[in-house]
C-alpha cells in the first residue's frame, strides 16, 4: 500500500522577528503538514519572538540580547518553549540538527550562526546576504565539504536558482539581476543626497527591514547582490548584469549562449522565494497572490545610472580586488546605514562612507591575511572603528 504520508522537514528560524523571519512563519503556518519548528531567534524583540515561539510551536525560543532572558522566559511560563540568550546560544542553536536553517538575521551578526549551522550538516536557505558578500568563498567552500545544500532566498537569487543549470554553467552567457531602483530612482542628485529616513525606508515595491531598505534607496543592496550572485553561482563579475525593471515582476533571468533566456516571474512577495527555498525541490500553496498575466501592463528594462547610483560601480571594483575588499564594502556600509538610520548622517553621506571605505581605507588594509573566520571577523570590526571615526572626524558637522 502506497503512503501518502510526507514526513515534516524541521525548521529553525534564525531573525524569525524580522521581516523575512515573520513571512517564514507565515509560510510555515499556511503548510502545517509541511513543517515543524525547532527554535526560533531574535535580538532583542522578546514579545514577538514569545509569540512566534508559542504561534509555530517552537521548542526553543533563544534571544540574543542576554538582559531581556529573564523577560522571556516570563513571557514563555505557562508554555513548553524552552528558552536560551545570548549569542553563543544562538551560534548553538543553528548548529542543532535539523533538516533546514532559515537564515534571516540581518547584517554581519549572521555570519558565525550561518557557519554553525553549515558545519554540523544542516541545510540552509539563505535571506542573510551580507555573510555571503563578506565570507562568500568560504561558505560555498565550507558547504561544499560538509555536503550541504545552500538555498538563496534573496528573490533574485532564488530566481536564478530556479533557472539555473548548474551543470551546464559553460553555457551560461549571463547572469541578470533586475533592480526596481528604489524609492529615488527618478530623483536628481541633489534630492537624493539630502533626502530623509522616512523617504528612503518607503520602498515603492517590497515591504522589508530597515537596513534593506535603506540599502534599496543607495542601490548598495543590488551591489550586495552582485557579490552575492558571484559567490553563489561561481561566476566572473563579467557574467553579471543588473537592469532597472520598475515593476519587480521579473526576479532575475538567466541568459544562455544559445539566445534562451530563462526567467522566473511572481508577485513582490517574499512569501515565493522563502517558500521555493524551504521547500525545495518541492513546491508550496504560500497563500501569496499567484500571478495573474493579464493584469500586467507593460513590462520595462532600463540601464542602470550608475553616476547617481555609484554602488553598482563599487561591486564591481571590489569583486576585482577581492574579499578583502568586499568585507571592507560590507562593513563601511552597515556602519554608514546605522548612523543614517540614527539621523547622525545624511543619506548623501552614505556612499560617501563607502567610497572612502574602498578608495582611501581598503588600500591600507590591502596585507590582511583572510585564511581563516576570526580574520574575516577582524577586518570586519577594523574597517567598523575606521569608518566611525571617519564619520565623526569628516563628517559629524561640530557643534
Ligand atoms: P529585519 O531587520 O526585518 O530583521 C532582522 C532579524 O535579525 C530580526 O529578527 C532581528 O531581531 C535579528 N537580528 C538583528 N541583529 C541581530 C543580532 N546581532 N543577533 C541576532 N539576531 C539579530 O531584516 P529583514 O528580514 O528585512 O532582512 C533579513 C536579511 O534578509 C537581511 O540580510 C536582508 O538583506 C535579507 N533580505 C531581506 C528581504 C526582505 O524582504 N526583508 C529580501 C531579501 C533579502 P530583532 O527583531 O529582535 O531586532
Redesign the pocket.
Known sequence: MFSSMKQKKIVTIL???????QNTVDVICKNPESFEVYAV?????VELLAATAIKVGAKLAVI?NQNLENDLIKLLSDSDVKTRSG?EA?NECAAHNVDIVMC????F?GLRPLIYAIENGNNVAV????PLVAAGEFITNLAKENGVKILP???EHNAIFQVFEDNNKGQVYKLILTASGGPFLNWNKKEIDNATTDQALKHPN?S?????SIDSATMMNKALEIIEAAYLFDLPSEQIDVVIHRQSIIHSMVSYKDGSMLAQLGQSD?RTPIASALSWPDRLDTGGGILNVYELSTLTFEKPDIVKFPALKYAYKCLELGQGACITLNASNEVAVAAFLEKIISFGDIIKCNMYAIDNLYPKLAYYELKTIEDVENLDQTVHLAIKEYIVTKLTPKG
Open positions: 531573525g524569525a522577528t524580522g521581516s523575512v523571519g531567534t531574535a535580538n532583542e524583540n540574543a549569542s544562538i534571516a538575521i540581518v547584517g551578526a535571506a542573510n546576504k551580507e532566498v534573496d528573490s517590497w522589508m527591514g530597515a537596513k534593506i517574499m
